[in-house]
C-alpha cells in the first residue's frame, strides 16, 4: 500500500511541474489553448489526490454512519479505545442478547450489562477488576435481586421469596448469618445464626399473628421458645432438652 501511495504523489508531482510550466510560457496569445488545458490538469490532480485518500484510507474500519439527519448507527462487535489504545468501552455479543462492558483508562473492567437466560445483570467491580455488585433479574420471576461482594465472595443478599422481600448477610466463610424477610404468614421473621450459619437466635410472627422467640445450642437445636397462646393471649415459655420439653403453662395452668 505504501508504494501505491508513493507512485500516485509522484503522479501529482508530475502535474503540479506541468502546470507551473505553462504559467512560464511567454504570455503569447495562446488563451484558447491555456483555457483547454488548466483545466484538464486540475482535474487531473484532484482525480489523483482523492485516489491517496482512498488508498490510505483502505483497510481501516468504518465505525459509525449517520450526521446531521439522525444517530449515529454502529455494528456490534466494536470497542473504543483512548490514546493509549486501551479499550475504555467494548460492545460484544452472548447467546442471550448483547454484552457491554465500560473500562478504565488502564483497561480494567469497571461495569457490565449482559443478557442471560433470565434477562439482564448489570456487574460493577473495584479497581483491581473484582466485582463488588450485582443486580439482577431473579430465575423464573419478574423480581429483580441485588448482591454485594467483598473480596469476590458475597457479603450481601437482597431479593424476593414467594412471602415476600427477604435479605441475607455473610460472614466471612459465606454462611449467612442474618437472614430478615417476611414470613410465610404475612408477618416479619428473623434468624440470627452462628459462624457454622446454623440457627442461634429466631424471632418471627405465627400463623395467630403473635411474636415468637426461639434460643437455639451451638448445634442448631430449639431449647427455648417465648411467646403468647393464642387461646388465652398469656404469656408463656418452653424449655427444652433431651428428655422433651417443660413448659410455663404446664407447670402454673392457672397463672
Do not use: W
Not at 125 to 149: C, E, H, K, R
Not at 151 to 180: C, H, I, Q, W
Not at 214 to 237: A, C, I
Amino acid at each position: 500500500m505504501e508504494s501505491e501511495i508513493i507512485n500516485l504523489q509522484e503522479r501529482v508531482a508530475e502535474l503540479e511541474a506541468a502546470l507551473a510550466a505553462i504559467s512560464r510560457e511567454s504570455r503569447e496569445p495562446k488563451l484558447r489553448q491555456r483555457t483547454a488545458l488548466v483545466p484538464l490538469i486540475c482535474a487531473g490532480i484532484l482525480v489523483i489526490c482523492v485516489g491517496i485518500l482512498l488508498v490510505r484510507g483502505a483497510g481501516q474500519p468504518v465505525t459509525a454512519q449517520g450526521g446531521s439527519k439522525g444517530p449515529s448507527r454502529v455494528t456490534a462487535p466494536f470497542e473504543v479505545v483512548n490514546n493509549a489504545g486501551k479499550t475504555i468501552f467494548l460492545v460484544t455479543a452472548n447467546q442471550y442478547g448483547p454484552v457491554l462492558e465500560l473500562h478504565n483508562d488502564a483497561g480494567t473492567t469497571l461495569a457490565k450489562v449482559a443478557a442471560n437466560e433470565h434477562g439482564t445483570n448489570l456487574e460493577l467491580y473495584n479497581d483491581i477488576g473484582q466485582i463488588v455488585a450485582v443486580l439482577a433479574q431473579l430465575p423464573n420471576s419478574t423480581d429483580g435481586a441485588l448482591q454485594l461482594m467483598h473480596n469476590g465472595e458475597l457479603s450481601f443478599y437482597l431479593g424476593r421469596t414467594p412471602s415476600g422481600a427477604y435479605l441475607d448477610m455473610y460472614n466471612r466463610e459465606r454462611k449467612a448469618v442474618v437472614s430478615l424477610g417476611a414470613s410465610g404468614f404475612g408477618g416479619g421473621d428473623l434468624h440470627l445464626r452462628n459462624s457454622g450459619g446454623k440457627d442461634a437466635v429466631a424471632i418471627f410472627v405465627e400463623q395467630g399473628q403473635s411474636g415468637i422467640l426461639q434460643l437455639f445450642n451451638n448445634g442448631g437445636q430449639e431449647r427455648v421458645t417465648m411467646g403468647t397462646l393464642r387461646d388465652t393471649g398469656k404469656g408463656d415459655v418452653c424449655a427444652s432438652g433431651d428428655k422433651g420439653q417443660v413448659c410455663l403453662r404446664f407447670i402454673r395452668p392457672g397463672y
